[in-house]
């Protein structure tokens, strides 16, 4: 036996009102067609559901029976209704997005705020790993959108160029280029220097412009924590180039110096990227939107 939704709801309305009436208002039909769904529901199912007495209704034993449970089934179908209302807006919903850990902590905060002013009942979950974890976690689909730094890209990733964040040179205090004004990147050449894991956006741009200088850099090692990073600089153990917000604190304490080189400040290109060819939701919409709007200016 299956019940006809459109039978059960005229049955529902007019249990509820009291009324067939107020049922065919409610469903914008004629009084006979309710009382054609009632009584084909009740042919269906074999029982008798209402009791006339004068003008109005009263449910049977059965028709109360099934009055809870068709009050519990439109309660869940008004609730379905209200949450995919919610996702079929950009007001609603959750953006899951994937950055560095740099940028978590630099970049994101004033960037999500923006958005989270705009939209505040989207739940905005940020996860962290590196540049290439990232772009390989959005094709999967474990992160709606990433943003991270410059990467060769897999041609299913759309890309959405952001922002152009500084890096430096970073040395000890005691190291001799701390009291140069500036060096040239050929000075690097028999230097040791310390990189950022495999899969880190900005090992990709800085060992691609040394190597547009014919710099083939002397690696002492590589780590994906900054601050081990940083620690091992300050020790004397090598130098390093890194985020320019995240050396703020150790170059004001004296720890670490930043030097600038003749050849320029030095950029990473930041990028949102997200998948091709797949239907987006309105929060990742949305969030798109904020980010060309910013890159438009």
Known sequence: MRINLNQLRAFFLAARERSITKAAQALYVTQPAVTMQIKSLEQDLEV????????????TDAGEVLFGYAE????????????????????????????????????????????QKRFPKVKVILKVGSSQEIADGVLDFTYDVGTIGRLPYKSKLKVIPYTREEFCL??????????????????????????????SGSRYAILSLLSSHGINPSVLLEAGSVEFIKEYIIKGQGISFLYKPEIRLEATLGLLKPVPVNEGPIFVQTDTVFPKGVDLSPPVKAFLQLIEGEVQG
Do not use: W
Not at 49 to 57: A, D, H, N, S, W
Not at 77 to 102: C, F, N, P, Q, W
Not at 178 to 192: F, H, R, W, Y
């Open 72 to 115: 519990k089934m439109f309660e869940i179908v008004e609730e379905m209704e209200y949450v995919l209302k919610g996702h079929a807006d950009s007001t609603h919903g959750s953006l899951t997005i994937g950055t560095t850990r740099s940028f978590a902590r630099h970049l994101m905060p004033g960037l999500l705020a923006r958005f």
């Open 48 to 59: 008798k559901l209402f009791r006339k007495y004068g003008k109005g209704l009263d449910l």
């Open 170 to 199: 970073v040395v000890s205090a005691q190291h001799r280029f701390a009291k140069c004004t500036d060096v040239s990147l050929k000075d690097l050449q028999n230097e040791p220097i310390i990189i950022r894991e495999n899969g």
